[in-house]
Structure formats: C-alpha cells, structure tokens
C-alpha cells in the first residue's frame, strides 16, 4: 500500500488481542521503514483528523468473526470520510475476507453512509482475502512460537532472511483434522524484483512461442476435424489428407481467429503446465502472481457503487502492477492475447 498515511485499525477481541498487536506492529514497522506515517487505531474516536495529510489507506485488522459490515462501514464513514480523510484504499485485512459477501457488504454500506454533503471519492478501493492470513515479522518472539505449528516455517524463514523481507503477509493452510495432512504456511506473493517485469514477461512469451507447435503436432486433427471444420461451409473445409502437413505457422497465419480458438481449446492448459521448464526464477513469479490472483480481490467506487475490479489496480508497486496486468490478461483470455509466431 503506498499512501502517505496508514491507518492500522484494530478490532480485536479478547480471543485475538494478542496476535492482531503483533500484525500491527508488524505493519507499522514495516511502513515507517519506508518512511510512512502511522496511526494506530483502536475505534473510531481514535481516528484524529487527516484532512491534511496527505493520501490515506487504512488496515482493517480483524478476525472475520468481528467484522460488523454496517458498524465498520459507519466507523469508517465518520471517523476519516466525513472529516475530509483523502482516503484511496481500505484492506479487510481478516481471512477469507473477499467470501460469503463480506467485503462487498461493507463496501455497500460505505456508499449508505454518504449523505448530500459528503461522498465517497471516485476510485475508492477496497482489497479482502480468499484465503487464511496472518502478518508475520520473522525473527520475533511471538512470530517463533507461531511458526512451531506449521512444518515448513522454518524454511520459509530462512528464504525471508535471505531475501531480507523481515514483515510478510502469508497464508495459512491448515492440515485436515484427524489426518496427517501437514500445516503449512506460504507468502501470499513473491517479492518482485525491481525491473524484473521486462524479463519476465519476454521469456513467457518466448515459452508462449517454441510451446504451440510442439501443442499444435498432437491436437491438430482433433481441433479442425471437430472444431474447426464444423463452423465452415464444406468447399471451405480443410481435408482430413492435408491435416498432417499443415504446419502450426501456416495455419496461424491464415487462420487468426481459429488459431486463438486452438489456444483457448488446447494450447493454453499445455502451455501453463510447460511453465515449470523456464528460469526457476520465471516460473517462481508465474506461480506467485498467478496464486496471488485467487487469494486476494479488490473492489473500486465509480461514484455509484462499487465494482469489481483487477488486483493490478489495486497493486502500488510499479512493478507488481506491471507484471500483475499482464498475468490478468492472459489468464483471463486464456493465452488468445498472446503473440502465437515468432517475430
């Protein structure tokens, strides 16, 4: 979250006091080591006054349990809205905060709240996990004792002290009750390396390229004979005997459209299960940022209502958003948006 003030607001109970201060503090030093103002928070009256201080984001800090939609939404409301807080992101930082409605509730109740005189500004974002989640500062006392319950938390610790990423939001996966099933703990994204995006995405579209004719040689029969040729007319048809020397770039070429539907139909799940093969760095960040897409969403006020919207908009760093908008794309259109020839 990049905003000029934080506000990591608490709404622990008894049962969870100890472990959402540890998240807090956790998030506090993380941010002012980047030089980001913090205000700490216990309820609304809490809030003082930021009309002037610049762009504010806020931590809902919570177990789901205790998140009241209409109570928060009206804490929020009246503690930063409506005295002029220039707010552009909230994150409902609980677990699996983005199911069951919750955070479009309370993004519905944040639009109840305006009234003739104060709105809620125009591209307002609001983010909520899938998933289980936990801050974690590696190293501290608390943090140690936590990570006792899972199996591989001291691995992940070691890869957070060579990546010197001391504070990270992880998820949790619980192992099933009565069963061996390990409990494991994970980043809920790999760092992003500075100007790495570039890289990345020119080496996807590289595997993208060598991929489809190797895809082509095993499901080209079985595309245009049951896909293909039945959208033709029969003088337009290609013929079974011509199939076998029909090359992936000929066809490509003169057939734009049905290469896209090949891609969609066969190319992108044999293409995303060839990713393992590139740079282990690549397919680290291809695993990280397609992961990173199920377990978090964001929803944005268009001045009516809110919206769903794509994580990458959401997403401050430079190059999480680039890399991000460019993993969306092709997930969403199933590779058709990819260059499928060699320049």
């Not at 004792?145 to 060579?162: C, H, M, V």
């Amino acid at each position: 979250m990049k905003c000029d003030v934080i506000v990591l607001y608490n709404l622990s109970t008894m049962d969870s006091k100890t472990e959402l201060e540890e998240n807090r503090q956790s998030l506090k030093r993380k941010y002012e080591g980047r030089g980001t103002r913090c205000v700490l928070v216990d309820s609304a009256a809490d809030i003082p006054s930021l009309a002037d201080a610049g762009v504010v984001g806020i931590y809902v800090l919570s177990h789901t349990k205790d998140v009241k939609p209409s109570v928060l939404a009206s804490e929020l409301f009246a503690g930063l809205f409506a005295k002029g807080a220039k707010v552009n992101k909230i994150n409902i930082a609980c677990c699996r905060g983005a199911n069951d409605n919750l955070m479009s509730t309370v993004c519905s109740e944040l639009v109840k709240c305006e009234t003739d005189t104060i709105k809620l500004p125009d591209g307002l974002m609001v983010c909520a996990f899938t998933v289980n989640v936990t801050t974690f500062e590696f190293g501290t006392q608390f943090t140690e004792e936590e990570g006792k319950k899972f199996e591989n938390y001291q691995a992940l610790s070691e890869t957070a002290s060579q990546d010197k990423r001391p504070v990270a939001t992880v998820q949790q996966k619980w192992g099933a009750r009565d069963t061996a099933e390990p409990n494991v703990v994970r980043f809920l994204h790999d760092r992003m390396p500075s100007g790495a995006t570039p890289g990345f995405i020119k080496e996807m579209e590289g595997l993208f390229v060598t991929t489809m004719p190797q895809v082509w040689a095993k499901h080209r029969f079985a595309f245009i004979s049951k896909q293909f040729n039945a959208q033709l007319k029969p003088k337009n048809k290609i013929a079974d005997s011509d199939i076998p020397n029909l090359s992936w770039s000929d066809f490509a070429r003169t057939y734009q459209k049905g290469a896209q539907n090949f891609i969609k139909s066969y190319g992108w799940a044999e293409f995303t299960a060839t990713i393992s093969g590139v740079t282990t760095k690549t397919a680290a960040m291809w695993t990280s940022l397609d992961g990173y897409l199920r377990m978090k969403k964001a929803m944005q006020f268009d001045g009516k209502k809110f919206k769903p919207t794509a994580l990458s908009e959401y997403v401050g760093n430079p190059d999480m958003k680039q890399a991000l908008k460019w993993v969306e794309q092709i997930s969403k259109d199933k590779g058709m948006s990819l260059k499928f020839l060699p320049e």
